[in-house]
């Protein structure tokens, strides 16, 4: 049983769960920092997130700015990668983005010049029809690449 469930700023038991979930993926896909960044992002945003027989699998976070819908972070707990939770979440995410009337969702993600594994990323989101629009040499440690 799967359930989507979104969370307007969620509350700390909630944000320990996302913070864990991010901890599972650090040195492979976040850096040390991520999950106290995080943390703080989660005071001010919205997240929603996909429960596989009720824990915590993949979630997404999300806030506004320049009236398009940004998502901020997104995982899915790495023993359950590959089975269409990502794309899931971002289904609901393009719904809800629409029930509110914003006609355009971005993010920024990491180059795959700076990190080869973002390459599957970048194809994650381009599957979606979203489209690489801008790089920033100077944004991260690294570049960054927005889409939208």
Same mark, same amino acid.
């Given at each position: #049983? @799967?359930? &989507?469930?979104? !969370?307007?700023?969620?509350?700390?038991? /909630?944000?320990?769960? &996302?913070?864990? /979930?991010?901890?599972?993926?650090?040195?492979?896909?976040?850096?040390?920092? @991520?999950?106290?960044?995080? +943390?703080?992002?989660? =005071? =001010?945003?919205? @997240?929603?997130?996909?429960?596989?027989?009720? +824990?915590?699998? $993949?979630?997404?976070?999300?806030? $506004? =700015?320049?009236?398009?819908? !940004? &998502?901020?972070?997104?995982?899915? %707990?790495?023993? *359950?990668?590959?089975?269409?939770?990502?794309?899931?979440?971002?289904?609901?995410?393009? !719904? %809800?983005?629409?029930?509110?009337?914003?006609?355009?969702?971005? =993010?920024?993600?990491?180059?795959? *010049?700076?990190?080869?594994?973002?390459?599957?990323? &970048?194809?994650?989101?381009?599957? !979606?029809?979203?489209?690489?629009?801008?790089?920033?040499?100077?944004?991260?440690?690294?570049?960054? @690449?927005? #889409?939208?």
């Amino acid at each position: #049983m @799967v359930d &989507i469930q979104l !969370h307007s700023r969620p509350g700390f038991k /909630l944000t320990e769960e &996302i913070a864990g /979930l991010i901890r599972s993926l650090t040195g492979t896909w976040f850096t040390e920092q @991520v999950a106290e960044e995080m +943390r703080r992002d989660l =005071l =001010l945003q919205d @997240v929603l997130c996909l429960y596989k027989e009720g +824990r915590l699998t $993949s979630f997404t976070s999300f806030t $506004s =700015l320049e009236g398009a819908l !940004h &998502i901020t972070w997104m995982a899915t %707990h790495p023993d *359950e990668q590959g089975r269409g939770y990502g794309s899931r979440l971002l289904s609901a995410l393009i !719904h %809800h983005g629409q029930t509110l009337g914003f006609p355009q969702i971005k =993010l920024w993600t990491v180059p795959p *010049e700076t990190n080869a594994r973002y390459a599957c990323t &970048i194809r994650f989101y381009e599957k !979606h029809q979203f489209m690489v629009v801008k790089r920033y040499a100077d944004l991260w440690e690294g570049g960054a @690449v927005e #889409m939208s």
